[in-house]
Structures are given as C-alpha cells and as structure tokens.
C-alpha cells in the first residue's frame, strides 16, 4: 500500500523541524560546552598548586605511616577546601577586586603591609622548596639540578613575563594533566580496592600522637594562604564577572574534587605498596625511590614525573600568588599580560622569588628543615587571619550585594573557619615543640 501524496510534504516539513531542533540543541550544548571551557582556569589551578612537592609528600607519608585508614579525612577536607576557595572567587567575581586589594580597603594600609610581609617570607621559602622538587624529580629521573634547574626557572620567568594570561593559564592546565599520573600509579601498586572503600566511607580516629600529627598535616596542606590570594586574583585578572558566578563555581569545584582525587591515589598508591611492609617515607623522591622495587619502575617514574610537573606548577603559582597580593596591597599595576613598564613591582616580585627559589636549591649540602619550619610557623599563623577576614568580606553587604553567603553555607564556612584555625595552631605547636605530637 503506498503513502498518498499528498502526506509527504507534510512528512518532509516535520522531518525538518526535527532536523532543525536537533542541529539548534547541538550548537546550543557544543555553546554552553565552550563557554564551560573558557570559564575553566583560576579553580582548578589554584587547588592543583596545592598539591606541590610539600603536598605530595605529606600524602606519601599518610599512605605509607597509616595505610588506608586515613582515606576517610579526604572528604570534609575536600568540602572544607571547596567552600573557602569559592567564597574567594565569588569575591572576585563580584567586587573586580583581589583578596589584599579589599583587606587593604577594610582593614587598613598598617595591618596589611604586616600580612604581606608575612607572606612575602612564607611564599619565598615555600618557593625555594618548589624548586628543590624540581631538583630531586630530575635527579630521579637522570637529569643532574644544575641544569634542570636553571630551565626551570627561565621557562617559567618566560612564560609569565613574556605570556599574556590566557596562554600562561593554557600551560598551567597542561601542567596540572600531569596529575593523573598518579591515578595510573595507585592502579599499577595493585591495592586492596575492597579496603580502599572502607577507610574512605567509614571514619576511623586513633587518639594517637603519630595519627593526629598526620592529621593536621593533611588539612594544613591543603588550604594554604596564598591559594586563597591567588585564586581571587586570577578571577579578576582573567576579567570574571557576577554573570559568570555560576559557571566560576563550576570550575572552582571541578577543581578541589580533581585535586583531592589526585591527593586520594597518592595515598592508595603508597598505603599498598609501603604500609604493609612499614617502610617510612619523608619527601616525594624518597616514596618514588620506595616504589620501585615494590610497584615497579613504571609506578616510580610516574611518581618522578608527577613530582616534577607540580613542583613546576607550584614554581609558577606560588610567586605569582605573592606578587598579586603586594601589588593589590599596594595600589601597583598588575597582571599577566602587563609588560615590565606596564607593572614593575607587580613582574619584579615575581622575578625575584622566581630567582630566590631556583638560586638556593641549588646551593651545594642544602637543608630546607629551618626555612620549612620557619614558613610553616608563619603559613600557620597567616591562615587563621585569612580566613576570618574572608569570612567578614564576602559577608559584607555593601560590597556584595546579593552574593553574600547564606546562613546553611555561612555555618559551614565559619565551621570550617574555626576547625582549620585551630588544626592551625596545632601545626605550629607541633612545629615548634614536634615530641608533643610524635609517639
């Protein structure tokens, strides 16, 4: 039986409506995808400079002191990072100004040149430390420090001095891919996945002086002050808006799960390989180096090269964080895409802790325990005041509006507030007095 005639013009204009609403849905999806990916940046390289050579050991040393059982903490600190760093973006987003640009407006030019400065010592050891991560990646690796080094250090001055910031931003996420090798790693050692689940859904705490330490170490890595700088900063300099709040929100989550995630694998991969045999792990390179015989060569060469990619990430984030905060602080011209007559503090601080770093890690019998401890102490006592001061910004009608916290986020930003203040205090007591919290 054949379809009368007079049908198929009709047929043919409802197959084309179809195809018309199919191509519109598609271009609408392939739309807001770009506009996902354009918006992507500030968050997801904040959270993953979190992960440095400082991060990657402490987690190291979790997995391999205290197997999967410390698992469980990854999940309020992600929460706990997420919030804060959320809070600081949706600050930039809606003010245009940075984090030391507003303290300095509300607080006073005395109180924050004082947290400057602190901050200009905490970043520059911290800075020294990223470089000698370079260092022990590349030594590992076959490359001797006093050539990796050096380039190191001129790629990433040239990258930002040279650069504008939509390309400094591209290879700062190309760096972070660099991650995932850790992912590949924690396969590669073959845990126990069934005990993997367990120490991550069920909470598990040991009053005991080694575990707490290990605990606060965990939380104190992960939420440093400069990430909250840095964070805002990026957001204003990349020209984020309050229109954009939604998609800033997105990008700033996607990347505290993927950091945390990547902090998650270390820990498996060094609790299978390590913990069982009770081997003790204090740097990085020292967890690579353990991995080899027990997870294979593969699993220590990703270690390596995962230690390598976010001390570079690291190298390039934390300098910048700084030399955005005193040139806010200040009233200086900043940014990425300015030239050295454009913004000379804002490009000369960078220089000069980029120098600082690359100069002091290759000095010959190098020992970083008195700048680490000395920049832990003053990270741990700029924390507390950061985040209090977040927490009256971003609640502060006048400059927010309407993007001020709600009263179910503000508890948990003010719960967050006040248990990372006190776990705080806590890594500076047990830096300066470390046989009260050891056992």
């Known amino acids: 039986m054949t379809t009368p005639q007079t049908d198929a013009p009709g047929a043919g204009?409802?197959?084309?409506?179809?195809?018309?609403?199919g191509v519109r849905g598609t271009v609408a999806r392939r739309s807001r995808l770009f506009i996902y990916?354009?918006?992507?940046?500030?968050?997801?390289?904040?959270?993953?400079?979190?992960?440095?050579?400082?991060g990657i050991a402490t987690y190291a040393s979790a997995g391999a002191d205290h197997g999967y059982s410390i698992l469980w903490t990854l999940i309020p600190i992600t929460i706990g990072l997420g919030i804060v760093q959320e809070m600081c973006a949706r600050m930039g987003a809606v003010t245009g100004k940075g984090l030391a640009d507003l303290i300095r407006e509300r607080f006073g030019v005395r109180w924050t040149a004082l947290v400057m400065?602190?901050?200009?010592?905490?970043?520059?050891?911290?800075?020294?430390?990223?470089?000698?991560g370079i260092a022990a990646a590349t030594e590992l690796l076959g490359v001797p420090r006093f050539v990796s080094v050096p380039f190191a250090a001129a790629a990433v001055w040239w990258l930002v001095v040279k650069g504008s910031y939509k390309r400094v931003e591209r290879i700062f996420l190309l760096m972070s891919l660099v991650f995932i090798g850790y992912i590949v790693a924690a396969?590669?050692?073959?845990?126990?996945?069934?005990?993997?689940l367990i120490g991550t859904v069920r909470p598990t705490i040991r009053l005991e002086s080694a575990y707490l330490f290990t605990l606060v170490a965990l939380i104190g890595t992960t939420i440093s002050p400069y990430m909250q700088v840095f964070v805002q900063s990026s957001v204003v300099d990349k020209g984020i808006t309050a229109d954009d709040y939604r998609r800033t929100k997105i990008d700033v989550?996607?990347?505290t799960i993927f950091s945390d995630a990547v902090a998650f694998f270390i820990i498996v991969s060094t609790a299978a390989a390590l913990f069982k045999y009770g081997i003790r792990v204090d740097t990085a390179a020292d967890a690579a180096t353990a991995l080899r015989p027990l997870a294979g060569p593969y699993a220590a060469l990703l270690f390596a090269v995962g230690l390598f990619?976010?001390?570079?990430?690291?190298a390039g984030v934390l300098p910048l964080a700084t030399a955005y905060s005193i040139s806010e602080a200040f009233g200086f011209e900043k940014g990425v895409s300015s030239s050295f007559r454009e913004a000379p503090i804002f490009l000369g601080v960078f220089t000069f802790l980029v120098v600082l770093g690359a100069t002091v890690a290759m000095l010959p019998g190098l020992s970083l325990i008195h700048v680490l401890i000395v920049t832990q102490v003053i990270n741990g006592i700029l924390l507390p005041v950061i985040l209090v001061a977040v927490l009256k910004l971003v609640n502060n009608r006048e400059l927010m509006g309407?993007?001020?916290?709600?009263?179910?986020f503000n508890v948990a930003a003010w719960l967050t507030t006040i248990i990372v203040s006190a776990l705080s205090i806590m890594v500076i007591i047990s830096t300066l007095f470390p046989n009260l919290f050891r056992g």
């Open 13 to 21: 204009r409802r197959l084309l409506r179809r195809g018309a609403q």
């Open 37 to 54: 990916l354009a918006i992507i940046g500030p968050g997801v390289i904040t959270a993953n400079a979190g992960n440095d050579a400082g």
């Open 117 to 132: 400065l602190a901050l200009l010592i905490a970043n520059g050891g911290v800075t020294v430390s990223e470089f000698v």
């Open 187 to 196: 396969f590669l050692a073959r845990p126990d996945w069934h005990q993997v």
């Open 253 to 255: 989550w996607a990347g």
């Open 309 to 314: 990619g976010a001390s570079m990430l690291a």
């Open 402 to 408: 309407a993007h001020v916290n709600g009263p179910i």
